[in-house]
């Protein structure tokens, strides 16, 4: 038996996106009272979200001694730098928020995409406390991941070698399939299918062409990535496919 088939949620637009968004995380943090990892998400959808995890209403719910923030991907570019995922992160919520321990950058200081990948999954391996994924305890409490015009998450681009990698939790991806055009770091498909919910936001005009494609269930990596568990979309009104149903 294959993963269960996603959840299709439809929001009135990106605010909403947010609150949805915002609130089932919290509702996944509240479930476990012990340590929680969330694996967030770069490009341009999640932001809302973040910023919303810092106003008072929704920090003041949110353990944060105990949930630890980790990347699915990451632009080969020095912390700091525009184009940077977790800096983004860092900006919208992580630094006013979360302990400076809990937050788990990918490095991309060691001279090579494939260094950096060698050492997160060092440092994911040392997290989770073993080399094998186990079905019945995921990697991560919660998966964000948002959907590029191509169908690639994280940056796991359609036909290339990263997307069939089963055996390692990162690797390093020399060549973006879009822009920008930098070197990538990014989670497999089985380290991001190690989770009790996988969050896609897809928000947007530009995104209803490839969302119609994902939802007629063409092989894109948007289609191979599901948890485990349970999967959700969140779409928006502009991106909703008018093949889908309402
Ligand atoms: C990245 C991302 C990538 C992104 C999608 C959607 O580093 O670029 O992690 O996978 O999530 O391309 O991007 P938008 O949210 O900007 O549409």
Redesign the pocket.
Same mark, same amino acid.
Do not use: F, M, Q
């Given at each position: 038996m294959g993963p269960p088939s996603p959840e299709l949620v439809r929001v009135a637009d990106k605010a909403a996106m947010a609150r949805t968004g915002a609130d089932l995380l919290l509702a996944r943090i509240a479930e476990n009272a012990g340590r929680i990892a969330i694996c967030l998400?770069?490009? !341009?959808?999640?932001k809302q979200l973040y910023e919303l995890l810092a106003t008072q209403a929704y920090r003041d719910r949110i353990p944060w001694p105990r949930v630890h923030w980790f990347i699915?991907?990451e632009?080969f570019v020095p912390a700091g730098d525009a184009l940077h995922?977790m800096t983004m992160a860092r900006h919208a919520f992580l630094d006013a928020c979360a302990p400076a321990a809990n937050i788990h950058p990918i490095p991309t200081d060691t001279g090579s995409p494939e260094r950096s990948a060698n050492a997160y999954a060092r440092e994911l391996i040392t997290f989770y406390g073993a080399d094998q994924l186990d079905p019945a305890r995921p990697l991560f409490d919660v998966v964000l991941?948002?959907?590029?015009p191509d169908g690639?998450?994280? !940056?796991l681009f359609p036909g290339y070698p990263a997307v069939e990698v089963r055996d390692r939790w990162v690797v390093g991806v020399d060549q973006a399939h879009?822009a920008p055009f930098v070197p990538?770091v990014s989670l497999t498909l089985p380290a991001l299918a190690s989770c009790r919910t996988m969050l896609f936001?897809v928000a947007g005009a530009d995104?209803q062409p490839i969302l119609t494609r994902v939802l007629a269930g063409e092989d894109l990596p948007a289609n191979r990535a599901r948890s485990t568990h349970e999967t959700t979309f969140l779409i928006d009104a502009a991106a909703w496919p008018e093949t889908a149903a309402d």
């Open positions: 998400t770069g490009g !341009s959808s999640p699915g991907d632009r995922n991941l948002g959907i590029g690639h998450v994280a !940056s879009v990538r936001e995104k």
